[in-house]
């Protein structure tokens, strides 16, 4: 594994109305903690409850795992709670990036949180272009990403949706979707 010192630390962005967003994220996740790298998941939306996900990540002694959303926005009650929670997420995201303990770390479904327009994409930008350690890869998942955010980045994926069971009236399946 390459050292810190000669490490290009990656901006990568998946977004798009596509599933998979965050599933790939996790996929680097994964692939850098078999490598032997720190990692640190921050989830900005999804709520406490278990995911196969977070159950495989226990399993690693080297994945940090945080799961602090209030859980799905768009069926918010309370958007100045959501816009408290998410803050106080961002402000909890940059002291673990700037912390110096990891090599990775995602922060899942932060995009969200521009679109809805409770932390600007100019803000998130400048952070990454001003203090993100330079070895550091991060990983930012969501639909909406802002464009200050998709300009800075390394990597831009969008996952384009061709179709989805849901739409066939199948709900969330254990092992696929959560």
């Given at each position: ?163 989805h069971a849901y739409e066939q009236g199948i709900k969330a399946e254990q092992g696929i979707e959560f």
């Amino acid at each position: 594994m390459k050292s810190r010192e000669r490490r290009n630390g990656l901006v990568v962005v998946n977004t798009g109305e596509g599933k998979g967003k965050s599933s790939s994220a996790l996929g680097m996740v994964f692939r850098a903690a078999g490598w032997g790298m720190k990692v640190c998941v921050i989830q900005f939306i999804k709520g406490q409850w278990q995911t196969g996900e977070q159950k495989a990540a226990q399993l690693f002694d080297n994945i940090e795992w945080h799961a602090l959303g209030d859980g799905f926005t768009w069926d918010t009650k309370n958007p100045e709670q959501d816009i408290k929670t998410s803050r106080e997420i961002w402000e909890f995201s940059k002291q673990k990036i700037l912390s110096g303990e990891f090599d990775v770390v995602l922060l899942d479904e932060i995009n969200y949180c521009c679109g809805y327009n409770w932390i600007s994409g100019q803000e998130i930008a400048d952070f990454i272009a001003n203090d993100k350690p330079e070895w550091l890869h991060l990983i930012m998942t969501g639909r909406d990403a802002a464009p200050e955010v998709i300009a800075i980045a390394n990597t831009v994926t969008e996952m384009a949706k061709v179709k989805h069971a849901y739409e066939q009236g199948i709900k969330a399946e254990q092992g696929i979707e959560f």
